[in-house]
């Protein structure tokens, strides 16, 4: 398989870029924040499974939850590197289709990583 073969692989999924969307840039990182919140309309038991589909592919890490709590998704590194990707594909989108070009600053990735990897 080759580079763009393995990448699609793992963020082929419509579901996947939007659940990744939800968690890098809007915080989003539990189930029922990331359910309630996708504008899409994504389905709990789709949910659930990319969900898994992230985790198992190494761009999610799922917390531990003790009983009655909720468990909490956090980026890996792997997962923070795909913000230039989607970046790049937004921008494409804005281009190409309609909406605003997305910026971030300098330091957004650093904060990813104090959020989602020194938590």
Do not use: K
């Amino acid at each position: 398989m080759d580079a763009i073969g393995a990448a699609v692989e793992v963020l082929g999924d419509r579901w996947s870029l939007l659940i990744l969307r939800d968690v890098i840039f809007e915080d989003r990182r539990h189930f029922r924040a990331l359910l309630l919140g996708s504008a899409e309309g994504i389905a709990s038991n789709i949910l659930a499974d990319r969900l898994v589909r992230l985790v198992d592919a190494g761009l999610l890490a799922r917390g531990t939850a003790a009983r009655g709590q909720r468990a909490r998704y956090s980026l890996t590194e792997a997962g923070i590197q795909t913000v230039p990707v989607l970046l790049a594909l937004g921008n494409w989108g804005a281009g190409w289709r309609a909406g605003e070009p997305l910026v971030i600053n300098d330091g957004f990735l650093d904060e990813l990583r104090a959020r989602h990897l020194d938590a």
